[in-house]
């Protein structure tokens, strides 16, 4: 796991060790740089030392240096292309570098490389004799990768932050991704928060002709649920899919130095736990979770009895609010670009509490966007029965009327999934799933902005996905939604800050390309029947999750922000290159103060992006 960041232009090496220092605590275990003064190419690296530690530098080269790659991530498949590539004539200078694959990988299949790999990346590979950059991102953005030009200058990195460390680069707010941030608690693929930049789209590559300087796009990959006609019956997916869950934890044991797994005492991370054990001893294995003092929000008495139930070296910390406050300030300034999700500060303290111990760690992540684990699933009923009986007039009302709910601080209360739903349920069925959970509905992002928004290009990227195939069932557009924004941009996002800050990475077990690959072919009622939700995954972990866990509601990864906004002080002012009305905002937050409304999810999105501007203007 490391930072790779570069550019083709002007600048000098002064820039690119600016670059490289902007993300070293991506990689505290070394760097590298390249320059190539005939074509002004310049690559940065810092690293993160998982496997090959000893030879595993980077810029890494082929044998008559004609090809660079900087890398960051994990090629799961390594040692099987490796064998391919030395079969096809291939030498290695390295025993077991995954990084040395991507090299040889290039030489041989060209563009066609990124189908062949099972894992998390981003890199940019460097051809002398093609005078060609090429950039590539993973399947399901595990890895960032942001690119821009400005001024002739080509730039890429890991973050943000990399690429406004260049001298020569012009730091100006994107007006539009401010709104769409706003719109969804993210700022979505391919859109950044700075003009001329763009993240590189999961499941996309680059190319970027030197001679030419053109860019060309295209997606090599991108998820689609497709049921077949003639499904496997339901018990012969429960044993697929526990075989290769099994099979993506092996291969996520691919590591040289110790690693660990996070267990939150929900399905996916017991699951992870659970078959981590399958490959190595329970009580060599170390487990880690983070609580709450406030108990509605607290899972480790879960997650301590999964671990006791298996045996493993388990490890709890508590997040409470004088914590938060003491670390809220540094770390929302350093996630380098606006991410409204409040469990970013629990999701920070239990990657730092568990890098002392481990450098890698597994995780659930990607469980519910593939077997529709979130709640909004199991609301997409209701929302098309009430949509269909009452008129737009009448939802507003009933929205109206339930600010006067009694307001609750406990974790998904009843009156705060009451106005979340008819929040969204007002709008057409294509914008439920990101207006249940956007910070801001669209009409009070134009009194925000104090001008008008168009809805469509709002959520343009979103009505789009949606709008493809109209014969598809509202779950299955929903199961494309979350895994294509909201699981790369927000969950994946929040994980690699929070992990990278800390100097740890961090491996999903649910997002292997075989499993994946089996997963969006299963029909819709295989995942979510009724008010049952993971349904073949609930099955597949019979026997290895204790019954009692396994069917416990779900709490989901939530914070106390209502409660913790009592004492964070708020105001509406910001730098004026925002271009939001300030008054707005102090509305948001006298009602929400007085307790008129619950506007915990503005608050807290405009605290983040306070501290984000407050970073950038220092």
């Given at each position: 796991m490391?930072g790779?960041?570069?550019?083709?232009?002007?600048g000098d090496?002064d820039?690119?060790?600016l670059?490289?220092?902007a993300i070293?605590?991506r990689?505290?275990?070394?760097f590298?740089h390249y320059?190539?003064?005939d074509d002004?190419?310049?690559?940065?690296?810092r690293r993160l030392?998982i496997v090959d530690v000893?030879?595993?530098?980077?810029?890494m080269?082929?044998?008559?240096?004609?090809?660079?790659?900087t890398f960051n991530?994990?090629?799961?498949n390594h040692?099987?292309?490796?064998?391919?590539?030395?079969a096809?004539?291939?030498?290695f200078?390295?025993?077991?570098?995954?990084?040395?694959v991507?090299?040889h990988g290039?030489?041989e299949?060209g563009?066609e490389l990124?189908l062949?790999?099972?894992?998390?990346f981003?890199?940019?590979i460097?051809?002398?004799?093609?005078?060609r950059i090429?950039?590539?991102r993973d399947?399901?953005?595990e890895?960032?990768l942001?690119?821009?030009?400005q001024k002739?200058?080509?730039f890429?990195?890991?973050?943000?932050?990399?690429?406004?460390?260049?001298?020569?680069f012009?730091?100006?707010?994107n007006?539009?991704s401010?709104?769409?941030?706003f719109?969804?608690?993210?700022?979505?693929?391919p859109?950044?928060?700075?003009?001329?930049?763009?993240?590189?789209s999961?499941?996309?590559?680059?190319?970027?002709?030197?001679?030419?300087?053109?860019?060309e796009?295209?997606?090599?990959w991108?998820?689609?649920?497709?049921?077949?006609?003639?499904p496997p019956?339901?018990?012969e997916?429960?044993?697929?899919?526990?075989?290769?869950l099994?099979?993506s934890?092996?291969?996520?044991?691919m590591?040289?130095?110790?690693?660990?797994?996070?267990?939150?005492?929900?399905?996916?991370?017991?699951?992870?736990?659970?078959a981590?054990?399958?490959?190595?001893?329970?009580?060599?294995v170390q487990?880690?979770?983070?609580?709450f003092?406030?108990?509605?929000?607290?899972?480790t008495?879960f997650?301590?009895?999964?671990?006791?139930?298996?045996?493993?070296?388990?490890?709890?910390?508590?997040l409470?609010?004088?914590?938060?406050k003491?670390?809220?300030s540094?770390?929302?300034?350093r996630?380098?670009?606006?991410?409204?999700d409040?469990?970013?500060?629990p999701?920070?303290l239990?990657c730092?509490?568990?890098?002392?111990?481990?450098?890698?760690?597994?995780?659930?992540?990607?469980?519910?966007e593939?077997?529709?684990?979130?709640d909004?699933?199991?609301?997409l009923l209701?929302?098309r029965?009430?949509?269909?009986l009452?008129?737009?007039?009448?939802?507003?009302?009933?929205?109206r009327?339930?600010?006067?709910?009694?307001?609750?601080?406990?974790?998904?209360?009843?009156?705060?999934?009451?106005r979340?739903f008819?929040?969204?349920?007002?709008?057409?069925?294509?914008?439920?799933?990101?207006?249940?959970l956007a910070?801001?509905q669209p009409?009070?992002?134009?009194d925000?902005?104090n001008?008008p928004?168009?809805?469509?290009?709002l959520?343009?990227?979103v009505l789009?996905?949606?709008r493809?195939?109209p014969?598809k069932?509202i779950i299955?557009k929903s199961?494309?939604y979350?895994?294509?924004f909201?699981?790369?941009?927000?969950?994946?996002t929040?994980?690699?800050?929070?992990?990278m800050l800390n100097?740890?990475?961090?491996r999903s077990?649910f997002?292997d390309?075989d499993l994946v690959?089996?997963?969006?072919?299963?029909?819709?009622e295989?995942?979510?029947?009724?008010?049952?939700?993971?349904?073949?995954?609930?099955?597949?972990?019979?026997?290895?999750?204790p019954?009692d866990?396994?069917?416990?509601?779900?709490?989901?990864f939530g914070?106390p922000l209502q409660?913790?906004?009592?004492d964070?002080?708020?105001t509406?002012?910001?730098?004026?290159?925002?271009?939001i009305e300030?008054s707005?905002v102090e509305?948001?937050?006298?009602?929400h103060q007085?307790?008129?409304?619950?506007?915990?999810?503005?608050?807290?999105?405009?605290?983040?992006?306070?501290?984000?501007?407050?970073?950038?203007?220092r």
């Amino acid at each position: 796991m490391c930072g790779i960041t570069g550019f083709v232009g002007s600048g000098d090496l002064d820039d690119l060790k600016l670059m490289t220092q902007a993300i070293s605590h991506r990689g505290p275990d070394g760097f590298g740089h390249y320059h190539d003064p005939d074509d002004a190419v310049f690559f940065g690296h810092r690293r993160l030392s998982i496997v090959d530690v000893e030879f595993g530098a980077q810029p890494m080269w082929n044998e008559d240096r004609t090809v660079a790659v900087t890398f960051n991530g994990a090629i799961y498949n390594h040692l099987e292309l490796r064998k391919e590539l030395e079969a096809r004539g291939h030498y290695f200078y390295t025993d077991h570098s995954d990084t040395e694959v991507l090299v040889h990988g290039w030489e041989e299949w060209g563009e066609e490389l990124p189908l062949k790999l099972n894992g998390m990346f981003a890199f940019a590979i460097w051809d002398k004799v093609k005078k060609r950059i090429f950039l590539a991102r993973d399947r399901y953005g595990e890895k960032p990768l942001y690119w821009g030009v400005q001024k002739s200058i080509f730039f890429f990195g890991s973050e943000l932050d990399a690429i406004v460390a260049h001298r020569n680069f012009d730091t100006k707010y994107n007006q539009l991704s401010l709104q769409k941030y706003f719109a969804h608690g993210f700022v979505p693929s391919p859109n950044s928060i700075f003009r001329d930049t763009h993240k590189l789209s999961p499941g996309s590559h680059l190319t970027y002709d030197l001679r030419t300087q053109k860019k060309e796009i295209k997606n090599y990959w991108k998820f689609r649920v497709d049921p077949k006609e003639n499904p496997p019956s339901f018990q012969e997916a429960t044993e697929e899919v526990q075989r290769l869950l099994f099979q993506s934890v092996k291969r996520r044991l691919m590591s040289d130095v110790p690693l660990g797994v996070f267990l939150s005492g929900g399905i996916d991370s017991s699951f992870a736990t659970a078959a981590m054990c399958q490959f190595m001893p329970a009580k060599q294995v170390q487990s880690f979770s983070i609580g709450f003092t406030e108990k509605s929000f607290d899972e480790t008495v879960f997650a301590s009895a999964m671990a006791e139930s298996l045996g493993t070296m388990h490890q709890n910390t508590i997040l409470d609010l004088s914590r938060a406050k003491e670390i809220i300030s540094d770390v929302l300034s350093r996630i380098d670009e606006p991410l409204a999700d409040g469990s970013i500060l629990p999701t920070y303290l239990l990657c730092e509490f568990a890098s002392s111990k481990v450098k890698v760690a597994l995780s659930g992540d990607g469980g519910d966007e593939l077997f529709a684990g979130y709640d909004p699933f199991a609301a997409l009923l209701p929302a098309r029965i009430i949509s269909a009986l009452i008129p737009k007039k009448g939802i507003n009302t009933l929205r109206r009327l339930a600010d006067f709910l009694p307001k609750s601080s406990i974790n998904m209360s009843f009156d705060f999934k009451v106005r979340r739903f008819l929040s969204g349920v007002k709008h057409k069925s294509e914008l439920w799933n990101p207006t249940w959970l956007a910070p801001l509905q669209p009409d009070d992002i134009s009194d925000l902005f104090n001008e008008p928004v168009d809805i469509e290009q709002l959520y343009s990227e979103v009505l789009s996905l949606w709008r493809e195939d109209p014969k598809k069932s509202i779950i299955d557009k929903s199961l494309e939604y979350y895994s294509n924004f909201y699981l790369p941009d927000n969950i994946l996002t929040k994980v690699d800050r929070a992990s990278m800050l800390n100097g740890l990475e961090t491996r999903s077990i649910f997002l292997d390309n075989d499993l994946v690959e089996y997963v969006r072919h299963l029909p819709s009622e295989y995942k979510i029947y009724g008010s049952k939700r993971k349904r073949v995954l609930k099955q597949a972990a019979q026997g290895l999750v204790p019954d009692d866990l396994l069917n416990r509601p779900k709490k989901g990864f939530g914070v106390p922000l209502q409660e913790w906004l009592k004492d964070i002080p708020l105001t509406g002012d910001l730098a004026p290159e925002f271009s939001i009305e300030p008054s707005a905002v102090e509305t948001h937050i006298a009602r929400h103060q007085s307790g008129k409304t619950d506007n915990r999810l503005f608050l807290w999105s405009w605290t983040v992006l306070k501290e984000f501007g407050e970073a950038h203007h220092r």
